[in-house]
């Protein structure tokens, strides 16, 4: 099975690859005029700074950041969650994690069919939501259950994030160009998974139980997502176009 799933996905990255080959080219909309390594880092703090400094691209920014930082924390909080309290093995917990993929899934599509971009920011609440149905986690010792609930988590996050992820690209190519965006986004990204591992790392060294670790994984997602919304209260107030 492992040679199998290995060789599936090098199909997928070769068909992936073969796919772009047929994207249409388009015409650069912002050239650097010079490619030392010196510029290249100059250009890329501007880029940074430009973004976060923008209401609307701060606010998808950090909502964005937020969740691939959770996103790849819940992994790892599902694994332990499923061995310990649903008592699987190491490759059902595994593929328990699967589920809350389905459920991103569903809500992208749900996104997609029913936010428009104008509309992108009243979605946050739901990042609050997501918070408090990962706590209910530690009350779950079902495993259908236990499903039902991870497709609901995903398809909270998937519901919240991509609005925001077009807001952040919509806004990345007016002010920089999508290239600038997209490097500033995933730089950000990569940041919140490091810093989100770290910390639960640290929790687990420290011994905390797995409840508390639950608590306070889905703690910090409700308050941080409260606190974006409460910080731009004012653009969700008063937006009436982007």
């Known amino acids: 099975m492992a040679k199998f799933a290995i060789i599936l996905i090098i199909f997928l990255y070769i068909a992936a690859a073969v796919a772009n080959l047929f994207i249409p080219r388009i015409a650069i909309d912002h050239r650097l005029p010079k490619r030392n390594p010196l510029y290249l880092l100059h250009d890329f703090v501007h880029s940074f700074k430009l973004l976060w400094r923008d209401p609307l691209g701060q606010v998808s920014l950090a909502v964005t950041t937020l969740f691939w930082g959770a996103g790849a924390t ?142 306070a994984f889905g703690s910090f997602i409700s308050l941080s997502m409260l606190a974006i919304q409460l910080r731009f209260r004012r653009i969700i107030g008063s937006i009436e176009h982007i």
């Open 74 to 215: 819940l992994r790892l909080v599902v694994l332990t969650w499923a061995i310990m309290a649903l008592k699987f093995d190491m490759q059902q917990a595994t593929q328990l994690t699967a589920v809350v993929a389905v459920g991103i899934a569903i809500g992208s599509i749900i996104a997609g069919r029913y936010v428009k971009l104008q509309d992108s920011i009243k979605v946050l609440p739901t990042g609050i939501i997501m918070g408090f149905v990962v706590i209910s986690m530690m009350f779950v010792t079902d495993p259908i259950i236990a499903a039902v609930l991870l497709t609901i988590i995903g398809a909270l996050g998937g519901f919240f994030v991509v609005p925001m992820n077009a807001l952040l690209q919509h806004r990345g190519h007016l002010l920089m160009g999508a290239g600038h965006s997209i490097a500033v986004q995933n730089f950000n990204e990569n940041l919140s998974i490091l810093a989100l591992l770290g910390l639960y790392a640290m929790m687990d060294h420290a011994g905390w139980p797995l409840n508390w670790i639950i608590i």
